[in-house]
């Protein structure tokens, strides 16, 4: 929360360990990844773990779901099984790339409404990247938009990326949408974003990826800051 400088979500991440402990970035498997059946083996092993472990804390934590993912049933039933279980739902939010080849856009809608409708918080995540539009915005009625890290990086390198970030910032917040700031690695962008009017942040400034046994508690939010 850059108002306040606590933790208030913690986004959960995918990773590999290779055979000597390491941990692999997404990027370098889950290309192949998709391409095979284990694909959704490894989704729903993302939402159990990620449910389980964050039941029992009190802040907010997000999952990462492409719209392909909301289209397939048996993913959206165990999101809402899984949530339920754990007594989580109201405290899950599902970070959804934008993707310009939507199918059956309709149903993608009607299944994010419905999750919405549970409790779930529904976020835009890497907007300003690829095809990026306004309308998508309103359509899926979001309640956060993550602006992504490469627009982030440029804020005070280029004045057209930053009236663009000011932009969504002033959209974002007359739609009472809040707005992250993804990729803030250094204190000249941290103040930018606070001055623009980003909510959030997150980045290497803050921390880098941690595994689940090593991140901070997360502040009770009736303790006073």
Do not use: W
Request: include cysteine; glycine fraction near 6%.
């Amino acid at each position: 929360d850059l108002s306040t400088g606590r933790i208030c979500k913690f986004e959960t991440l995918m990773r590999l360990l290779d055979k000597d402990g390491n941990p692999v970035p997404p990027g370098q498997f889950l290309p192949v990844l998709k391409q095979t059946h284990f694909y959704a083996y490894m989704t729903h092993a993302m939402i159990e773990q990620a449910c389980a472990f964050f039941k029992d804390k009190h802040c907010h934590f997000s999952i990462n779901f492409t719209v392909d993912d909301l289209l397939r049933k048996e993913t959206v039933q165990l999101i809402v099984d899984t949530a339920l279980r754990y007594d989580v739902i109201g405290r899950l939010m599902l970070e959804v790339v934008e993707t310009e080849n939507i199918q059956n856009y309709d149903q993608a809608l009607e299944t994010i409404s419905y999750l919405k409708g549970l409790g779930c918080q529904i976020s835009i995540d890497d907007f300003g990247s690829g095809y990026s539009n306004f309308s998508y915005l309103t359509q899926v009625s979001a309640d956060v938009i993550k602006i992504d890290g490469s627009l982030v990086q440029e804020i005070n390198k280029d004045e057209r990326t930053r009236e663009l970030i000011s932009s969504i910032v002033q959209f974002a917040h007359r739609s009472e949408m809040q707005v992250v700031a993804e990729f803030i690695d250094s204190e000249e962008i941290l103040q930018s974003v606070k001055e623009i009017g980003c909510d959030m942040g997150q980045g290497y400034l803050f921390s880098q990826p941690l595994a689940a046994s090593e991140i901070p508690p997360c502040p009770d939010p009736g303790q006073p800051v």
